[in-house]
Every structure is written in C-alpha cells, then in structure tokens.
C-alpha cells in the first residue's frame, strides 16, 4: 500500500475534506490517502502573509505525516507555501500542486493559463511558474475574483464564473490547456474539461498521481546538498 500525506495549508477542515475526496478519486486503488489539515496558520490562504504563517501549520502536517511513515507529501495548496522547506524536512517526496499541474499541462500542451482565485494572489503564481522554469510555457494567470471560502457557496456561482473566464483564455491567450489554480477548485476541474473540450488540470490530481510515480520510481527527496535535513538548533516550536 503506498501512503500519501495530502495536506492543506489553510485551516479550514471542509476544504480538507474536498480536497482529500478528489486525491483520493484521482489515487491508484492500492494508494491509501490520508488528509490532514493546517492547525496553525490562516483559514484561507490569499497572500503573501497567509503562506508564511500557513507553511508553519503545513510543516507539522509534514512531521506527522513522516512520523507515520507515509510514503509521499502533497502540499494542496496552489501557492505551494513552504515546499522547499518541506523537501529539507522529509525524506520522502514532496509536491505541491502547483509545481505538479503546470507540469502536468507542459505535457499535454505547449502553452497553458492558470485561472485562480483573488486577483491579489496572480503575482503568487506568476512568481511559481518563473521558479519552475514555466515562463515559456504559462501564458498568463487569470484571477475570477471569488474568494477560496465562497469557492463552494451556490451564489457564488463560481462554476459559471471559471467557464467564462476559461473562455476567455481560450480566445485570447493562445494556449491548450488550463491549470484551475486553487485546491478548492478540485472538484470542478471534470465538468470544465469537458465542457471547454481541453485539458482543465487540477493540481490535487496531478500531485497525487505525480507521487504515486516518484514513490513507484523508488526517488526519494535527495539530502545531499541543498535539500539536506535542516541543521540542529533551538527553534521555537508550536
Ligand atoms: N490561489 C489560492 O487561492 N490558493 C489557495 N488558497 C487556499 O487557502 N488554498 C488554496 O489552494
């Protein structure tokens, strides 16, 4: 059996249990998902000050995770708030969902836009894509301007919202494919595909599936140089 620590960052336990629901309807039948929620942080990550403090929560995800001897981390969160920290922490495989559904598309298309939440949280996205060496491949990063706990509010009418916006790529940004750039958004990544006619990726999926892969591989996070366990000292603990 292999034991996916699928994480999210933010402290909202009704996004844990949509996110685990979909790693768990993308997982391989042998793949055992275990969902855990941030217990120090934010409610909802939307900026730069919500990461910081949610990848403190996400760390002790990870400590617990390891302590039970999962096999893989996924950080379901699209800013992938503390992922190197969380490679340095783990010996283990560690993807955030951001890093994995931008993968995922430069593989079924040359171009890809990402459609997230707030447009104060594009320039998180935007700074990822250059980290991973995506610039050439994302063509923007589109924001429909609903915020991550309305994401499953009725009026919200955030599947409507996404389709439009999705269109909009479509027409105007010369891509192939969509990465839905929020964890919140993972259950509605089936219905746009299909109704769109292209790749519409979520990045739960993709992580899940990519760790089933590294963990089939037999790659473990290397600790030797940079991602080494971080160095012993006193650290103020939660
Ligand atoms: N772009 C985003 O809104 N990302 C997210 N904020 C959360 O709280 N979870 C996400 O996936």
Redesign the pocket.
């Known amino acids: 059996e292999t034991v996916i620590n699928v994480i999210?960052?933010?402290m909202?336990v009704t996004?844990t249990e949509l996110i685990a629901k979909a790693a768990q309807a993308s997982a391989s039948p042998h793949t055992r998902i275990v969902g855990r929620t941030a217990r120090f942080g934010a409610a909802?990550?939307?900026g730069h000050y919500?990461e910081a403090i949610a990848a403190v929560g996400m760390l002790k995800e990870v400590e617990a995770g390891d302590a039970e001897g999962c096999h893989a981390h996924v950080i379901?969160?699209?800013?992938d708030p503390g992922l190197l920290a969380a490679r340095e922490l783990s010996a283990v495989p560690v993807l955030g969902?951001a890093e994995a559904a931008m993968h995922a598309a430069s593989f079924v298309a040359t171009h890809f836009s990402i459609v997230?939440?707030?447009s104060r949280?594009k320039v998180?996205?935007e700074h990822l894509a250059r980290n991973y060496g995506m610039e050439q491949h994302c063509r923007k990063v589109r924001a429909v301007d609903v915020a991550?706990l309305d994401l499953d509010k009725p009026e919200a009418n955030v599947r409507g919202t996404l389709l439009g916006e999705c269109e909009a790529a479509l027409r105007e940004d010369g891509i192939g494919a969509i990465v839905l750039?929020?964890?919140?958004m993972a259950d509605l990544a089936q219905d746009l595909s299909t109704e769109l006619g292209i790749p519409v990726i979520d990045g739960v999926a993709a992580a899940v599936r990519f760790a089933e892969a590294l963990v089939g591989l037999g790659l473990k996070t290397s600790k030797h140089g940079d991602l080494a366990f971080p160095l012993p000292k006193a650290r103020t603990t939660l």
């Open positions: 999210n960052p933010n909202t996004m909802s990550i939307e919500d379901a969160c699209f800013g969902i997230t939440t707030l949280t998180i996205a991550v750039g929020c964890a919140g």
